[in-house]
């Protein structure tokens, strides 16, 4: 009695199941390639962004290999994948949706420093700390003040380095040209 197709497909599939189990890997291929569209069909129609439809059959077809062995009835491997492709889809949604995305305004900014960049920065530290140290007074005690407390009042910096206040411009100015050569001579070095 000449066997029916679906029989002789359900007897293929077990073939291929058995095949595949034992690692050939044609008959793994064979396998994908006859069920991967059904589970990429089944992710896509829950309406998944691309990459997590992607991700789901990707997980639906390791878990075939992991039970290729331990199939009940390897002939409804459609079936099984079906169901186990549901499943899945069900279970990304249920987590998408206790997931709430943090707000994007609150997320600290990356830090993209790097060992070398942070080193960098030092040097050009000392560099300047070396600058200032060459400066006479009262210029290194404008420049500081500049320096390290950027929001103080003219008058308020003036009364604290010891200079007259209409004199501040002029020791300001005389003070960046001073640490511009000084700076400039340092990196000629």
């Known amino acids: 009695m000449p066997l029916s197709g679906q029989t002789r497909k359900a007897a293929c ?9 034992q690692n050939d890997e044609d008959a793994w291929d064979a396998l994908l390639d006859r069920y991967s569209g059904l589970v990429w069909g089944i992710a896509r129609s829950y309406s998944l962004p691309f990459h997590d439809a992607q991700d789901i059959t990707q997980t639906v077809l390791c878990n075939l290999a992991e039970y290729l062995t331990r199939l009940r009835d390897p002939e409804r491997l459609g079936s ?5 492709t549901h499943n899945e889809c069900r279970r990304h949604l249920r987590i998408r949706g206790r997931v709430r995305p943090f707000p994007a305004e609150e997320l600290d900014a990356p830090d993209h420093r790097t060992p070398e960049s942070v080193r960098l920065v030092a040097e050009d530290v000392d560099r300047v700390r070396s600058a200032l140290a060459r400066l006479g007074s009262p210029e290194s005690e404008v420049a500081r003040l500049d320096l390290y407390r950027p929001g103080l009042p ?11 206040a209409k004199d501040l ?13 000084l700076l400039k001579r340092e990196e000629d070095r």
């Open 13 to 21: 599939v077990k073939e291929l199941v058995r095949r595949a189990a």
């Open 80 to 84: 099984w994948l079906a169901t186990v």
């Open 154 to 164: 003219p008058t308020e910096v003036a009364r604290l380095a010891g200079v007259p």
């Open 169 to 181: 411009p002029r020791v300001r100015r005389r003070v960046r040209r001073r640490l511009h050569r």
